[in-house]
C-alpha cells in the first residue's frame, strides 16, 4: 500500500493550492483520511480529517479557508486551501486508515509528503 501527495508548491499570500493523495497497492478498503502540516521545527498536526462516511473535521486554524474532500471509488482525499497564509507554510502529509488485502486489519499509512510554501 503507498500513499502519494501532489499538488504543492509556492504561492502568494491569499493564494490557492489544491492537494491530492491517492492510495494504492492492495486495499480491502479505506476509512478515515486526513492532512497533516509539518511546519520547520514544529510537530506534525492535523489539518483536517475525513471519514469513511464523510463526516469532515477542521483544525480551528483552517476553517473556512480550507476544504477536504474524498473520492472513495479512487482511493483518493483532496485538500483545496484558499486565502492561504504565510504561516500555513510546511510539508503537508495524508494518511489513510487502511485494510490491505488478506490481512483483515485496519493500520495507518502516510504519503511522503509534499511542501507548501506561502510568500508574505
Known amino acids: 500500500v503507498q500513499l502519494v501527495e501532489s499538488g504543492g508548491g509556492l504561492v502568494q499570500a491569499g493564494g490557492s493550492l489544491r492537494l491530492s493523495c491517492v492510495a494504492s497497492?492492495?486495499?480491502?478498503?479505506?476509512?478515515?483520511m486526513g492532512w497533516y502540516r509539518q511546519a520547520p521545527g514544529k510537530q506534525r498536526d492535523l489539518v483536517a480529517m475525513i471519514t469513511g462516511s464523510g463526516a469532515t473535521h477542521y483544525d480551528d486554524s483552517v476553517k473556512g479557508r480550507f476544504t477536504i474532500s474524498r473520492d472513495s471509488a479512487k482511493n483518493t482525499v483532496y485538500l483545496q486551501m484558499n486565502s492561504l497564509k504565510p504561516e500555513d507554510t510546511g510539508v503537508y502529509y495524508c494518511n489513510g486508515d487502511i485494510i490491505p488485502n488478506m490481512t483483515g486489519y485496519q493500520y495507518r499509512y502516510w504519503g511522503q509528503g509534499t511542501q507548501v510554501t506561502v510568500s508574505s
Open positions: 497497492g492492495s486495499i480491502v478498503s479505506v476509512t478515515a
